[in-house]
């Protein structure tokens, strides 16, 4: 039975949300968190990470920030993308629980008090699973079921399925998270790999409540390659398990064209394209083990550079000053 946790004030709930041109929806968000924690037993901040707008979203937020005390502004110097902006949400977090989601309302806030419930009965993670996906095109929901039954066959952890980063963290968590340095963040897969005590709730996800998606298809590739490089050395492998492959085939072809030239009177008779077939399937394998051998040497190059993975550019005035970065960078540069 895993032990609750009693406390004489209210914790502290930080809820972390990166933002990228959500100006749209933004007011619309803020209305909804706070309309769902005024029946939540804790006491909250909301910090949005501005990840490189090109709309009004630090506008917005630095309203948001002086009208409302509980919100905090993070906006770093570019587009880091989307999990590099969760990492910076992650920094300034101050409280006991962190909750990290979109800001588009595809997870939907009035969730988030049935994570604290299971936080408060003794949880350190709790990821929201999603039962459907609402809102979203036949070919999308497919790619994405394909993608999580991947990663739940190769990944070394076992990463659960339809999940993604809505999730609560426990301080603690958070915490042990931040020290890890890698550049190719993939923050579902950490958190699991992390260990801790974890568990699920379930939802229905809506569709946008407005704007467009920011995830492109090029922004989900890339994320489909770090969830599945990151945490796995199976692709890896595919090249000595293609070789082999083709080993065996090209023996049985052997075999097959002695027999053709018993059988057909002599060597000539066996088809030239049978051979330019062959080199072509060869060739084309080398290419995807080069490809392949490729990414994994692109991200060790990413990670011998030590780049900073997100630069803050400026923050609201009451971010200023609580501004910790995981105690691991200097003020003056504040860089995750």
């Given at each position: 039975?895993?032990p609750?946790?009693l ?8 809820l972390?949300?990166?933002?990228f ?15 769902a ?10 910090i949005?990470v501005?990840?490189?707008s090109?709309?009004?979203t ?45 800001a ?33 095109t ?20 076992p990463?659960?399925r ?9 301080a603690?968590?958070?915490?042990t ?5 890698e ?13 801790f ?11 946008r ?7 492109t ?52 008779a ?11 399937v ?8 080069l ?17 900073p ?6 923050t ?7 501004w ?13």
């Open positions: 039975m895993l609750t946790r406390r004489t004030q209210k914790p502290l709930v930080s972390v949300m990166p933002c041109n959500e100006a749209e929806v933004l007011p619309m968000t803020y209305g909804r968190l706070i309309e924690a005024n029946h939540w037993d804790v006491a909250i901040e909301i949005l501005d990840d490189g090109q709309d009004e630090w506008t917005t937020i630095d309203r948001l920030a002086r009208r409302d005390p509980r919100v905090r502004g993070v906006r770093l110097s570019r587009n880091f993308g989307h999990q590099a902006a969760l990492g910076a949400g992650l920094s300034a977090a101050r409280g006991e629980a962190i909750v990290t989601l979109d588009d309302l595809q997870d939907p806030p009035e969730l988030i008090a049935s994570m604290i419930d299971k936080w408060q009965d003794g949880f350190d993670v709790v990821y929201a699973q999603r039962n459907r996906r609402e809102g979203e036949l070919a999308k929901r497919a790619a994405c079921a394909l993608f999580y039954r991947l990663l739940d066959r190769v990944n070394q952890v990463i659960p339809d999940t993604g980063d809505f999730a609560l963290l426990d603690r968590v958070a915490r998270l931040l020290r890890f340095r550049h190719a963040l993939f923050w579902r897969g950490l958190r699991c790999w992390s260990g005590r974890h568990t699920a709730v379930h939802f229905d996800r809506p569709g409540a407005g704007g467009r998606t920011k995830y298809l090029s922004k989900l590739f890339g994320l489909a390659s770090d969830g599945l490089l990151s945490f796995s050395t199976l692709p890896l492998r595919l090249a000595l398990f293609l070789g082999l492959g083709f080993l065996g085939l090209t023996l049985l072809a052997v075999m097959i064209a002695a027999l053709w030239s018993m059988v057909h009177a002599g060597p000539t066996w088809p030239i394209s049978g051979s330019v077939l062959t080199t072509l060869l060739g084309s394998t080398q290419l995807i083990c490809g392949i051998m490729g990414e994994y040497l692109n991200r060790i190059y990413d990670e011998v550079r030590d780049r993975r997100w630069i803050v550019e400026q609201t005035p009451a971010a200023s000053p609580q910790n970065a995981a105690d691991e960078q200097p003020p003056a540069r504040m860089a995750g």
